[in-house]
């Protein structure tokens, strides 16, 4: 089966820390932008972070600027979502999803409502005291 399949959430107090980890199942990521995604309840999708496939291009959301960092290991087949300075509106369900043909570049991965090659199914991130 070809997705996503995210991991690394979880509860964490406001100014917490969390490294969340998107792998690849039944393909190889290397020729993909990559970018993470994030819906809260009652909220559309947002991109929140994306990665170029080889030149260390990102992208990220102004609310998490110098506070998150996205990263790939293409020999792992994963990619990364470290996020530093978390607070409660940073809450929600974050999924990772790959770039898909003219639109597989950074800033087009990024519009969350921009079609898709793969998606995984999410994991729940809840920053609250």
């Known amino acids: 089966q070809l997705q996503f399949v995210e991991s690394g959430g979880g509860l964490v107090q406001p100014g917490g820390s969390l490294r969340l980890s998107c792998a690849a199942s039944?393909?190889?990521?290397?020729?993909?932008?990559i970018g993470w995604f994030r819906q809260a309840p009652g909220k559309e999708p947002e991109g929140v972070a994306c990665i170029s496939s080889n030149d260390g291009n990102r992208y990220y959301t102004d609310s998490v600027k110098g506070r998150f960092t996205i990263s790939r290991d293409n020999a792992k087949n994963t990619v990364y979502l470290q996020m530093n300075s978390l607070k409660p509106e940073d809450t929600g369900v974050y999924f990772c999803?790959?770039?898909?043909?003219?639109?597989?570049?950074?800033?087009?991965?990024?519009?969350?409502?921009?079609?898709?090659?793969?998606w995984g199914q999410g994991t729940q991130v809840t920053v609250s005291s």
């Open positions: 999803a790959a770039g898909t043909g003219r639109l597989n570049t950074v800033q087009a991965t990024c519009v969350a409502n921009n079609p898709k090659r793969y």
């Open positions: 039944g393909f190889t990521l290397d020729y993909y932008v």
